[in-house]
């Protein structure tokens, strides 16, 4: 039996959930998330609690009931309080820009990078170096962080690149002469 599957989901009175023909829609003050549930669970609604209960009691019916569980939780927590990454640009002439809906980066390259950003994501610089992007779903907010730091992914040698504010880089010694 699932640990995490079994475990009700709580939400706050500003947030309204929908749930009609397996799509789960939950609005609340952060914006707007919708998923469709797969047919190996089902989802009750009542006084503030999400229950997600298994039907398929197969191995991959179990783990689909602890997902299921696991994103709607993530999607409570998104429209409530949202998700926040840091991101750090190191080197030197390294240098960030937000424009509109633009995320110019400057990364040593011949040309400057830009990067058009979604609507549902929300990017602040700090300083020149230093990049604060939120959103409400956890998925895009990931894929995004992951596409900005892929061009231009931190060296092994000097630490040069993107990284997770939280991320430490292990550093390999130089050549020797």
């Known amino acids: 039996m699932s640990r995490i599957g079994q475990s009700p989901i709580n939400f706050q009175e500003n947030v ?15 914006g707007l ?42 999607m409570v927590i998104g429209v409530t309080t949202g998700f926040t990454k840091n991101l750090e640009i190191v080197g030197v002439g390294y240098r960030g820009a937000v424009s509109g809906k633009k995320l110019t980066l400057n990364l040593g390259l011949s040309h400057s990078v830009e990067i058009e950003i979604p609507d549902d994501i929300e990017v602040k610089m700090e300083g020149n170096t230093k990049l604060s992007i939120s959103s409400a779903n956890k998925h895009k907010l990931g894929q995004f962080c ?15 690149g993107i990284k997770y504010a939280d991320e430490y880089i292990i550093r390999k010694e130089g050549k020797k002469k």
């Open 16 to 30: 309204e959930v929908f749930f009609e023909n397996k799509l789960l829609r939950l609005k609340g003050p952060k």
């Open 33 to 74: 998330l919708e998923m469709v549930i797969t047919n190996s669970v089902d989802v009750k609604i009542n006084d503030n609690k999400i229950l997600v209960e298994n039907k398929d009691d197969t191995q991959k019916g179990k783990a689909n009931w602890g997902t299921t569980r696991a994103l709607i939780n993530n």
């Open 146 to 160: 992951s596409v900005i730091r892929s061009k231009r992914p931190p060296e092994p040698f000097k630490g040069k």
